[in-house]
């Protein structure tokens, strides 16, 4: 039987493996990237490895807080040498669809800012291309108006669901709304994200185009390890 949670740890081991001492290092949210916090967390301990952080999420602050990994404020300027962060899908070519864990704007910020976008993940992440499947890609968008944002992204092709528990629609940290936008299939999510993010009162959009730099997928015991070219 596939083992998805000692993947996810290999690929994080692997990812965690590039981090050097006196580097500024953006940390992913979601549960893989939840293992490289942790690891980084031992390294700082057994190794007085020397880094700062800058979290993709409020539960990512968290976490790294409780393991030592000294952090940025959001507040100050910040130029990363190197994010680490998984993703829901990704494909050979790098394009990835974030979200899932409803982080997605501000993981955009933070893995934006760095010098070299390490993606981790289990072997079920890699799909390619990366809309031959059916996905639903995360937009957060802004409370005002959503009813009104959601029928926009509708017209795009999609079934478009608000993300709730029970009831409760569910707030990211920057106090938006996410719908998920279900796609049967899509062709160029280059055009889709461009899409999206140009829809009135969306925040931001899951699908990340151009900003890997380096892909790590876990298969088993193995590491599948690609850098990703401009090729989207
Ligand atoms: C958080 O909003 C996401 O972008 C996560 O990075 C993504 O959903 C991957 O999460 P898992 O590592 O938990 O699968």
């Known amino acids: 039987m596939v ?34 916090i942790r690891l980084l967390g031992e390294r700082i301990e057994r190794e007085g490895l020397e880094i700062v952080g800058v979290a993709t999420s409020t539960a990512s602050s968290e976490l790294a807080i409780s393991v030592g990994i000294p952090l940025v404020s959001h507040l100050d300027e910040f130029e990363l ?43 079920s992440k890699l799909v390619d291309p990366l809309g031959s499947q ?10 005002l108006g959503w009813k009104n944002t959601l029928r926009r992204l509708e017209r795009l092709g999609c079934k478009p669901k608000l993300r709730s528990v029970g009831k409760i629609p569910s707030l990211t940290d920057e106090g938006n709304y996410t719908i998920d936008c279900g796609f049967d299939s899509f062709d160029d999510s280059l055009k889709l994200a461009n899409l999206m993010r140009s829809t009135i009162g969306v925040a931001d959009c899951g699908l990340f ?16 390890e690609f850098t990703v070219g401009a090729c989207w």
């Open 209 to 224: 185009i151009g900003m890997a730099t380096q892909v790590i997928i876990a298969r088993s015991t193995q590491i599948e």
């Open 134 to 143: 059916p996905i639903s890609i995360p937009v957060e968008v802004f409370v």
């Open 3 to 36: 083992d998805r949670e000692s993947e996810k740890k290999l690929a994080a081991r692997h990812a965690v493996g590039y981090v050097r001492d006196g580097m500024k290092v953006g940390l992913g949210s979601g549960t893989t990237a939840a293992y490289a």
């Open 81 to 123: 040498d190197l994010a680490i962060d998984g993703t829901d899908r990704v494909d050979r070519a790098g394009r990835l669809i974030k979200g899932g864990g409803g982080a997605l704007l501000h993981e955009r910020i933070v893995d934006g800012a760095a010098a070299r976008f390490l993606v981790i993940g289990d072997a």
